[in-house]
């Protein structure tokens, strides 16, 4: 069974950075692609970013390009998202999930709730 652990959320001032890191097990990380999405209170999750980590080709969300990258290592079986010039609508709670044989294009038009594993999450606050 696959698990995913995301991590590295935290309380920062707008301007500032964070790494967040999903570290999975149970699944032969290099066979999935991974996205990031994002929920803030009272709004609908979203889609943030996405990496199919055999190609490592990366895609955005637009209100995150330029300052979002995502990557992964397939050593570690660990993703990340370096945010870096994070502003106050960056708020919310971090989630990874993992959708098994897609490329990245493919991945950022499957709903998340059709992905086939999730973290549990990581809050992320940007302070104006």
């Known amino acids: 069974e696959g698990r995913l652990v995301e991590s590295g959320g935290a309380l920062v001032q707008a301007g500032g950075s964070l790494r967040l890191s999903c570290a999975t097990s149970?699944?032969?990380?290099?066979?999935?692609?991974i996205g990031w999405f994002r929920q803030a209170p009272g709004k609908e999750r979203e889609g943030v970013s996405w990496i199919n980590t055999h190609d490592g080709i990366p895609a955005y969300t637009e209100s995150v390009k330029g300052r979002f990258t995502i990557s992964s290592d397939i050593a570690k079986n660990t993703a990340y998202l370096q945010m870096n010039s994070l502003k106050p609508e960056d708020t919310a709670v971090y989630y990874c999930?993992?959708?098994?044989?897609?490329?990245?294009?493919?991945?950022?038009?499957?709903?998340?709730?059709?992905?086939?594993?999730w973290g549990q999450g990581t809050q992320v606050t940007v302070s104006s």
């Open positions: 999930a993992a959708v098994w044989a897609l490329k990245t294009n493919q991945a950022m038009g499957v709903p998340y709730d059709k992905y086939d594993y």
């Open positions: 149970g699944i032969t990380f290099d066979d999935y692609a």
